[in-house]
C-alpha cells in the first residue's frame, strides 16, 4: 500500500485567479446584494454552529463557512423556474435561493415550523416554492436526481436549467459518470458544480484522486468544465453566465470547478486535524470572500463604513429572530412520523 501525501503546505494553496470576462456586467447595486447575500448565510451558519454548541441541533451539521460566494455567484445568474440541488451541506444554497431563515433555523432545531416540519434536519430539507430539491445525505446522490431534474426540463420544453452542486468528495462516484453520460448523451440543460474545498471530510483531494483536475472529469462524454476562483464571487458569476447560457441554449451540461475553503471541518464533530493551522489562516486572512468583496465596495467608494455596520447590523437581527423563532416553535406532533412519506398520484 503506498504510503499517504504529505498534507499539503500553506505554498502548496493554489493562487488566486483574476475575475473572468463579464463580471463589469454587475452594477454597484449588485455587488451590495452579493455582500449582504454572502454576509447573512456566513452569520447564519455561525448561530447554527452555537446552537448546535448548545445541544439544540441534533444530528450532523455542515457549516457553509467559506464558500458563500460560490452559491451567492452562482445563484445570482438563475431565472425563476431553474431548478437547485445540492449535498447535506446545504444552508447556504437554501438562503441563497430565498428560502426563509426562521424555517431554515426552524428545520435546523427539528420544530414543526420548519421547511420538513422539523422531519429532515440539517442535511434534508426541501421547498418546491423556490425550486430547491435537497440537501441529500448520500453522497453523490444528488447529481442523477439534479441530471433527471435537467430531463424533467427539457421533456417539458421550459428552457430552465438545473443546477447541480456536489463536492470534491463526490467527484470520484460512479453514479456521477453515469449521469454525466446521459446529461452528455441528451443534451441535458445541467450545469455540474463541484464545490472544491480540497477536503472530502478529511482527506484532501489530492489523496483522493488521481487528477486534481476535477473540470476535467466530463471529458469523455465532451462535456467543457472549467476551474473557477471560488472565492471570488464575480469571478464565479462570470463564469455561470457562460455555463447557464451554455445549457440554456440547448448545447448541453456544463462543469464549473469552484476552487473554494470550507473554514471549519466537515461536520460539527470534526476537529479538523488533518490540516494546519497556518493553511486555515491563509484563506481567512488573504482570500476571504466576504472581505474581498467588502474592500472592492470601499476601494471603488461604493459605500462607507457606517452603511456596511448598518447591513451587519440587520443581517444580526435577521439572524437572531430567526434563532428566537426557532427555539420557540413546537416539536413535531408523533403523528407526524407517518405524513409526508408517500405522495398520492
Same mark, same amino acid.
Given at each position: 500500500m503506498a504510503n499517504?501525501?504529505?498534507?499539503p503546505?500553506?505554498?502548496s494553496?493554489p493562487a488566486k485567479?483574476s475575475?473572468?470576462?463579464g463580471?463589469?456586467s454587475?452594477?454597484?447595486?449588485?455587488?451590495?446584494s452579493?455582500?449582504?447575500?454572502?454576509?447573512?448565510?456566513?452569520r447564519?451558519e455561525e448561530r447554527?454552529?452555537?446552537?448546535?454548541?448548545?445541544g439544540l441541533?441534533g444530528g450532523?451539521?455542515?457549516?457553509y463557512?467559506g464558500?458563500?460566494?460560490?452559491?451567492?455567484?452562482?445563484?445570482?445568474?438563475?431565472?425563476k423556474?431553474?431548478a437547485i440541488?445540492?449535498s447535506?451541506r446545504d444552508?447556504?444554497h437554501?438562503?441563497?435561493?430565498?428560502m426563509d431563515?426562521?424555517?431554515?433555523?426552524?428545520?435546523l432545531?427539528?420544530?414543526s415550523?420548519?421547511y420538513?416540519?422539523?422531519k429532515?434536519?440539517?442535511?434534508?430539507m426541501?421547498s418546491?416554492?423556490?425550486n430547491?430539491?435537497g440537501?441529500h445525505g448520500?453522497?453523490g446522490?444528488?447529481?442523477?436526481?439534479?441530471?433527471?431534474?435537467?430531463?424533467?426540463?427539457?421533456?417539458?420544453?421550459?428552457?430552465?436549467?438545473?443546477?447541480?452542486?456536489?463536492?470534491?468528495?463526490s467527484?470520484?462516484?460512479?453514479?456521477v459518470y453515469?449521469?454525466?453520460n446521459m446529461a452528455?448523451?441528451?443534451?441535458?440543460p445541467?450545469?455540474?458544480v463541484i464545490?472544491?474545498?480540497r477536503y472530502g471530510?478529511?482527506?484532501?483531494?489530492?489523496?483522493a484522486?488521481?487528477?486534481?483536475?476535477?473540470y476535467r472529469?466530463?471529458e469523455?462524454?465532451?462535456?467543457?468544465g472549467?476551474?473557477?476562483?471560488?472565492? /471570488?464571487?464575480?469571478?464565479?458569476r462570470?463564469?455561470?453566465e457562460k %455555463?447557464?447560457?451554455?445549457?440554456?441554449?440547448g448545447?448541453?451540461?456544463y462543469?464549473?470547478e469552484?476552487?473554494t475553503?470550507r473554514y471549519?471541518g466537515?461536520s460539527?464533530s470534526d476537529p %479538523?486535524?488533518?490540516?494546519?493551522?497556518?493553511?486555515v489562516?491563509?484563506?481567512r486572512?488573504?482570500?476571504?470572500?466576504i472581505d474581498?468583496?467588502?474592500k472592492?465596495?470601499?476601494e471603488?467608494?461604493?459605500? /462607507?463604513e457606517?452603511a456596511?455596520?448598518?447591513?451587519?447590523a440587520?443581517?444580526?437581527?435577521i439572524?437572531?429572530d430567526?434563532?428566537?423563532?426557532a427555539?420557540?416553535s413546537p416539536?413535531?406532533?408523533?403523528s407526524?412520523?407517518?405524513?409526508?412519506?408517500?405522495v398520492?398520484?
Amino acid at each position: 500500500m503506498a504510503n499517504p501525501a504529505a498534507t499539503p503546505t500553506v505554498e502548496s494553496l493554489p493562487a488566486k485567479k483574476s475575475s473572468q470576462p463579464g463580471d463589469n456586467s454587475v452594477s454597484a447595486e449588485d455587488l451590495k446584494s452579493f455582500y449582504r447575500d454572502m454576509l447573512l448565510i456566513r452569520r447564519f451558519e455561525e448561530r447554527a454552529g452555537q446552537l448546535y454548541g448548545m445541544g439544540l441541533i441534533g444530528g450532523f451539521c455542515h457549516l457553509y463557512i467559506g464558500q458563500e460566494a460560490v452559491v451567492v455567484g452562482m445563484q445570482s445568474t438563475l431565472v425563476k423556474g431553474d431548478a437547485i440541488i445540492t449535498s447535506y451541506r446545504d444552508h447556504g444554497h437554501m438562503l441563497a435561493a430565498g428560502m426563509d431563515s426562521k424555517g431554515v433555523m426552524a428545520e435546523l432545531t427539528g420544530r414543526s415550523t420548519g421547511y420538513s416540519k422539523g422531519k429532515g434536519g440539517s442535511m434534508h430539507m426541501f421547498s418546491r416554492e423556490k425550486n430547491f430539491y435537497g440537501g441529500h445525505g448520500i453522497v453523490g446522490a444528488q447529481v442523477p436526481i439534479g441530471t433527471g431534474l435537467a430531463f424533467a426540463h427539457k421533456y417539458n420544453d421550459s428552457k430552465n436549467v438545473s443546477v447541480t452542486y456536489f463536492g470534491d468528495g463526490s467527484a470520484n462516484q460512479g453514479q456521477v459518470y453515469e449521469a454525466m453520460n446521459m446529461a452528455a448523451l441528451w443534451k441535458l440543460p445541467v450545469i455540474y458544480v463541484i464545490e472544491n474545498n480540497r477536503y472530502g471530510m478529511g482527506t484532501s483531494v489530492e489523496r483522493a484522486s488521481a487528477t486534481t483536475q476535477l473540470y476535467r472529469h466530463g471529458e469523455a462524454f465532451g462535456i467543457p468544465g472549467e476551474e473557477i476562483d471560488g472565492m /471570488d464571487v464575480l469571478a464565479v458569476r462570470a463564469a455561470a453566465e457562460k %455555463a447557464v447560457e451554455h445549457a440554456r441554449s440547448g448545447a448541453g451540461p456544463y462543469i464549473l470547478e469552484m476552487q473554494t475553503y470550507r473554514y471549519r471541518g466537515h461536520s460539527m464533530s470534526d476537529p %479538523a486535524k488533518y490540516r494546519t493551522k497556518e493553511e486555515v489562516d491563509k484563506y481567512r486572512n488573504e482570500r476571504d470572500p466576504i472581505d474581498h468583496l467588502r474592500k472592492r465596495l470601499m476601494e471603488d467608494k461604493l459605500t /462607507d463604513e457606517a452603511a456596511l455596520k448598518a447591513v451587519d447590523a440587520e443581517i444580526r437581527k435577521i439572524v437572531n429572530d430567526a434563532a428566537e423563532f426557532a427555539q420557540h416553535s413546537p416539536e413535531p406532533d408523533p403523528s407526524e412520523l407517518w405524513t409526508n412519506v408517500l405522495v398520492g398520484v
